[in-house]
């Protein structure tokens, strides 16, 4: 380990699976050597006991450059690692252009940045009126109820944000009124089509670009307009939710009500259905939800036979069928042939003290765990 530590569960397991795979009595086995990777290129292996020199001159022939598949992971990984690297290089290319001077279109900056400005504004909806929604609601109030009425708080405060903030840069591009720092942070980040950070600071977690995250969260007011004026989604997008953990909290305690079970000794079971996408969900849930919009990174999925399988080349991520996801007693869960995979928000990961990781999915599997522990399999909500 170097310069690092292990701060969570998923750290420790893949700790713990290099360790059985690499790490054992096995390794030093005379009658069946052991190869910690070996291919047409190269071999890893322990040299026989010798001289200092017989291990220098086998280092010596080792590759300076590893192929992800000496660490168990899929060929994959290497292009992954690439492309992030490509984006980070093009984010600064694009911060260091110059911020004076006409657009690509031929019109001046303030010019763009008003358009771009407007177009958004455009789309902003009028704020929910809780106190209303709250009335309508009624006494009987569900946990996911109470969930829904915080999501709308946090998309009011955002809508407010963005609406005012946009606002007063039109005023300051007309020069009516100085042009703050914030607002500049705001008319540069509009310029290079990225989310500016104050929005961002109100928003879920996201690696989108700033077009693309409009239509984000325009497909986020759908839903909560579906659930406001028709009834909570039968199919839960959980990237449409601000805090999608809540939402599954919330399964939780209304279960755990219903049945008298303890709270802290429950959990979540999930399940793949065949459905592809949630307009084909043709059933309700009476305990549990389903949910759709998660993507598959560091494996594929077998639609017809239901379990993971290895990653098609240069199939980085791959959407899965609507999942269910049902609270059950702690004590009831008995999972096997299957591998317990974390679902994060977006394909940064990001660590888990608390930040990132949503909750745990349960994948059918042929494989042993380790094998797909190696391969760095995870669930985002979000891709790039």
């Not at 407010?160 to 008319?187: H, N, Y």
Request: proline share 5%.
């Amino acid at each position: 380990m170097y310069g690092g530590r292990a701060i969570d569960n998923f750290d420790r397991r893949i700790l713990n699976t290099y360790m059985d795979e690499y790490m054992g009595d096995f390794i030093f086995d005379t009658f069946q050597p052991f190869h910690f990777y070996v291919d047409d290129v190269v071999d890893y292996y322990i040299p026989e006991d010798g001289p200092r020199d017989v291990y220098v001159d086998y280092i010596e022939e080792l590759p300076l450059a590893n192929t992800p598949e000496v660490f168990g992971l899929n060929p994959n990984a290497e292009i992954g690692y690439y492309t992030q690297a490509a984006r980070d290089m093009w984010s600064h290319l694009v911060e260091l252009q110059p911020q004076t001077g006409e657009s690509s279109s031929g019109i001046s900056r303030d010019e763009f940045i008003a358009q771009i400005a407007q177009d958004v504004l455009n789309k902003l909806p009028a704020e929910y009126e809780l106190d209303k929604i709250r009335k309508n609601l009624g006494t009987e109030i569900t946990p996911t109820t109470v969930v829904l009425l915080q999501e709308l708080e946090r998309i009011n405060r955002l809508i407010g944000r963005m609406r005012r903030s946009l606002l007063t840069l039109q005023r300051a591009l007309a020069g009516e009124v100085g042009m703050s720092s914030e607002l500049d942070d705001v008319a540069r980040s509009l310029f290079n089509g990225q989310i500016p950070s104050i929005w961002r600071r109100l928003a879920p977690d996201t690696l989108k670009s700033l077009g693309n995250w409009m239509i984000h969260f325009e497909a986020r007011l759908k839903q909560y307009n579906t659930w406001v004026n028709e009834a909570e989604p039968s199919v839960i997008w959980l990237s449409g939710l601000h805090i999608p953990e809540s939402y599954l909290t919330a399964l939780v305690q209304a279960t755990c009500r219903k049945n008298g079970w303890p709270l802290d000794k429950s959990t979540l079971y999930t399940s793949m259905t065949q459905y592809a996408h949630a307009e084909d969900v043709t059933e309700r849930t009476t305990s549990g939800c389903f949910v759709h919009g998660l993507y598959l990174e560091g494996a594929g999925w077998d639609r017809e036979n239901m379990h993971l399988v290895p990653q098609r080349p240069k199939q980085l991520i791959q959407e899965i069928p609507v999942m269910k996801i049902i609270p059950i007693e702690a004590h009831r869960l008995k999972l096997q042939n299957t591998f317990r995979t974390p679902v994060y928000m977006t394909s940064q990961r990001r660590n888990a003290m608390g930040v990132g990781l949503v909750f745990e999915a349960d994948l059918a599997t042929h494989e042993h765990a380790s094998h797909w522990t190696l391969q760095g399999v995870c669930l985002i909500l979000n891709t790039d």
